[in-house]
Protein backbone atom coordinates (compact mmCIF):
# COMPACT_ATOMS: atom_id res chain seq x y z
CA UNK A 1 0.00 0.00 0.00
CA UNK A 2 1.22 3.41 -1.09
CA UNK A 3 0.67 6.44 0.65
CA UNK A 4 -1.17 8.66 -1.40
CA UNK A 5 -0.71 12.02 0.97
CA UNK A 6 2.99 11.72 0.69
CA UNK A 7 3.02 14.46 -2.10
CA UNK A 8 1.22 16.75 0.22
CA UNK A 9 4.44 16.66 2.68
CA UNK A 10 6.57 19.72 3.72
CA UNK A 11 9.05 20.03 0.53
CA UNK A 12 11.33 22.43 2.48
CA UNK A 13 11.70 22.83 6.56
CA UNK A 14 12.41 26.57 5.76
CA UNK A 15 10.80 29.42 8.18
CA UNK A 16 8.35 30.95 6.47
CA UNK A 17 9.92 34.60 5.68
CA UNK A 18 8.89 37.49 7.73
CA UNK A 19 5.62 38.99 6.84
CA UNK A 20 6.76 42.52 6.94
CA UNK A 21 9.55 42.07 5.34
CA UNK A 22 8.01 39.84 2.79
CA UNK A 23 5.35 43.37 2.20
CA UNK A 24 8.61 45.79 2.38
CA UNK A 25 9.83 43.27 -0.84
CA UNK A 26 6.38 43.70 -2.55
CA UNK A 27 6.70 47.25 -2.32
CA UNK A 28 10.15 47.53 -3.79
CA UNK A 29 8.96 45.47 -6.50
CA UNK A 30 5.88 47.36 -7.27
CA UNK A 31 7.49 51.10 -7.08
CA UNK A 32 10.38 50.71 -4.74
CA UNK A 33 13.22 50.34 -8.16
CA UNK A 34 11.45 52.40 -10.39
CA UNK A 35 10.93 54.96 -8.09
CA UNK A 36 14.09 55.25 -6.54
CA UNK A 37 15.83 54.70 -9.91
CA UNK A 38 14.42 57.90 -10.77
CA UNK A 39 15.01 59.96 -7.73
CA UNK A 40 19.09 58.75 -8.25
CA UNK A 41 18.79 60.69 -11.56
CA UNK A 42 16.76 63.71 -10.48
CA UNK A 43 18.07 65.81 -7.76
CA UNK A 44 14.48 67.76 -7.42
CA UNK A 45 12.95 64.38 -7.48
CA UNK A 46 14.93 62.79 -5.09
CA UNK A 47 14.55 65.73 -2.54
CA UNK A 48 10.63 65.59 -2.83
CA UNK A 49 10.94 61.82 -2.17
CA UNK A 50 13.51 62.66 1.24
CA UNK A 51 10.65 65.05 2.56
CA UNK A 52 7.94 62.13 2.00
CA UNK A 53 10.95 60.07 3.70
CA UNK A 54 10.84 62.69 6.78
CA UNK A 55 7.17 62.51 6.48
CA UNK A 56 6.76 59.02 6.58
CA UNK A 57 9.14 58.87 9.56
CA UNK A 58 7.41 61.92 11.89
CA UNK A 59 4.21 59.89 11.10
CA UNK A 60 5.63 56.58 12.73
CA UNK A 61 6.91 58.63 15.56
CA UNK A 62 3.76 60.23 16.30
CA UNK A 63 1.86 57.03 16.19
CA UNK A 64 4.32 55.78 18.52
CA UNK A 65 5.66 52.59 16.20
CA UNK A 66 9.50 52.18 15.34
CA UNK A 67 11.25 53.07 12.14
CA UNK A 68 11.43 49.25 11.15
CA UNK A 69 9.86 46.49 9.58
CA UNK A 70 6.88 46.02 11.42
CA UNK A 71 6.20 49.95 11.32
CA UNK A 72 7.55 50.37 7.92
CA UNK A 73 5.41 47.62 6.43
CA UNK A 74 2.20 48.60 8.56
CA UNK A 75 2.30 52.20 6.93
CA UNK A 76 2.65 50.71 3.42
CA UNK A 77 -0.30 48.63 4.12
CA UNK A 78 -2.35 51.71 5.42
CA UNK A 79 -1.39 53.64 2.12
CA UNK A 80 -1.73 50.97 -0.14
CA UNK A 81 -5.46 50.02 1.73
CA UNK A 82 -6.73 53.52 1.12
CA UNK A 83 -5.29 53.98 -2.01
CA UNK A 84 -6.97 50.98 -3.25
CA UNK A 85 -10.27 52.58 -2.02
CA UNK A 86 -10.04 55.25 -3.62
CA UNK A 87 -9.48 53.38 -6.84
CA UNK A 88 -5.86 54.28 -6.71
CA UNK A 89 -4.59 50.56 -6.42
CA UNK A 90 -0.66 50.33 -6.46
CA UNK A 91 0.93 49.08 -9.97
CA UNK A 92 2.18 45.46 -10.13
CA UNK A 93 6.01 44.78 -10.66
CA UNK A 94 7.08 46.27 -13.57
CA UNK A 95 3.81 48.97 -14.39
CA UNK A 96 5.13 52.18 -12.44
CA UNK A 97 6.67 54.95 -14.25
CA UNK A 98 10.27 54.86 -15.44
CA UNK A 99 10.97 58.15 -16.15
CA UNK A 100 12.14 60.85 -13.63
CA UNK A 101 9.55 63.31 -15.43
CA UNK A 102 6.56 61.32 -14.79
CA UNK A 103 7.49 60.41 -11.03
CA UNK A 104 7.37 64.45 -10.64
CA UNK A 105 3.74 64.17 -10.92
CA UNK A 106 3.23 60.96 -9.25
CA UNK A 107 0.21 60.65 -7.03
CA UNK A 108 1.47 61.39 -3.34
CA UNK A 109 0.48 57.20 -2.09
CA UNK A 110 3.21 56.34 -4.93
CA UNK A 111 5.58 59.24 -3.34
CA UNK A 112 4.51 58.35 0.29
CA UNK A 113 5.58 54.50 -0.52
CA UNK A 114 8.95 55.08 -2.84
CA UNK A 115 9.36 56.99 0.74
CA UNK A 116 9.28 53.56 2.66
CA UNK A 117 11.49 51.99 0.05
CA UNK A 118 14.24 54.36 0.62
CA UNK A 119 13.86 54.15 4.42
CA UNK A 120 13.91 50.30 4.60
CA UNK A 121 16.33 49.57 2.07
CA UNK A 122 18.62 52.42 3.90
CA UNK A 123 17.93 50.49 7.26
CA UNK A 124 19.15 47.35 5.49
CA UNK A 125 16.10 46.12 5.47
CA UNK A 126 15.60 44.88 2.02
Not at 63 to 76: K, P
Not at 78 to 102: C, E, K, N, T
Request: net charge negative; hydrophobic share 50%.
Amino acid sequence: MKNEFLAFAPVSTTPVADPNRALLDEMMARVGVDGLAAALGDAGLLAQVDQHAAAVRNALGQAGREVDAEGLAAYAKSISAAAARMGRPVPQPGQAYLSGSAWLSAEWHLMRLVAVCMIAESAGLL
